[in-house]
Each structure stands twice: as C-alpha cells, then as structure tokens.
C-alpha cells in the first residue's frame, strides 16, 4: 500500500521503506502460494476462478464458494481483494523514483526474496536489505515452527531489521 499511497504523495514525503512487498500482483500471489501445497490440488479451478472473478471488480455470494475457502472469501474480503488485486507492484514502483528501502527475508513463505528483486528492478535507487533466516514477519525463522512468528509476539524482530532503517533514514541525500 506504500507504493499506492506514494503515488499522489504527501508534499512530506521524503522516502519508502517496503517491507515484505509483493512485486507481483496480490492475487497471482494468492494463487501461487496455494499452488505450492499439492494438498490444495483439487481447489485450484475455484481459486483461481474466485481470484479472476475478483480480477475483474466481480463478488461471489460466500455461500456458493467450497468449505475450505469461505473464510477467505467472505462478502467484506472480496469487496477488500477486489481493491488490492488491481494493484500491479512494479508498475507502482516504476511511478516512484524518490528513495527506497527494500526489506527481504530469506525464509519468507508468503514473500519469496525474488520479490525483492522485481521491486529493485523496477526501482534501480532502492538499497536492499536482506535477512537471512527472516520470516514474512521479519522475525528470525524458528526451525519446525513454521508460525511460530505470526502467532508469538514475544519473538523479536530480526536483529537486522532496525539497523538497516536507521541506515536508510540516516542517509545524507541530496
């Protein structure tokens, strides 16, 4: 949403800093992700029906949509993921062009680190930083719980993060 927002700007605005940003559309993402889980197999043609549907500014009734979906697809989601579908990351970050920082766990399951590299394409004055062991929370990975980060805020956040900010916000520009 950064990207978004940057795109009529505050006069204030001096800089973006993405954080686990998507550089593709969000419900080609969607669709990727639960392709990646061969357990979703058989719920591929709706899903990928539902996104394209949303794709197109089009609600489904919840109560038509499998099961295993509906609480993703509730009336107020479709209505938000008809919105943030529209969006296409780089074409957003191609409209920017003041300074940026590009935030990126290695050990992302939502945001895999070639994200990170479509977002620094489409913006070449943009600083990377990577963290190794980072989860899409960017917490350190805890090995065998694979969300232990989203559900335990007494985890810290990676020790990389916070020095990487103060580097981009301290940086003399012109």
Not at 32 to 61: I, K, S, W, Y
Not at 72 to 101: K, N
Not at 146 to 166: K, M, R, S
Request: charged share 15%; net charge negative; proline share 12%.
């Amino acid at each position: 949403m950064a990207l978004v927002a940057a795109q009529t700007p505050p006069e204030t605005l001096c800089g973006l800093i993405l954080m686990a940003t998507p550089g593709r559309p969000v419900g080609r993402l969607m669709v990727e992700q639960f392709a990646a889980n061969p357990m979703n197999g058989p719920l591929m043609p709706e899903l990928e029906g539902l996104v394209n549907d949303l794709v197109a500014g089009q609600t489904r009734d919840p109560a038509l949509v499998s099961p295993m979906l509906q609480p993703l697809f509730s009336t107020g989601l479709q209505r938000y993921m008809i919105d943030l579908f529209s969006y296409d990351p780089i074409a957003l970050a191609q409209g920017w062009d003041g300074p940026v920082l590009i935030v990126q766990g290695d050990a992302d399951m939502q945001v895999g680190a070639d994200h990170a590299g479509l977002l620094a394409a489409a913006l070449p004055q943009a600083a990377t930083a990577m963290l190794p062991g980072a989860t899409h929370m960017l917490k350190p990975d805890q090995p065998g719980q694979p969300f232990a980060t989203y559900t335990d805020p007494a985890l810290p956040l990676h020790e990389g993060l916070v020095p990487a900010i103060i580097r981009f916000v301290a940086a003399d520009r012109p």
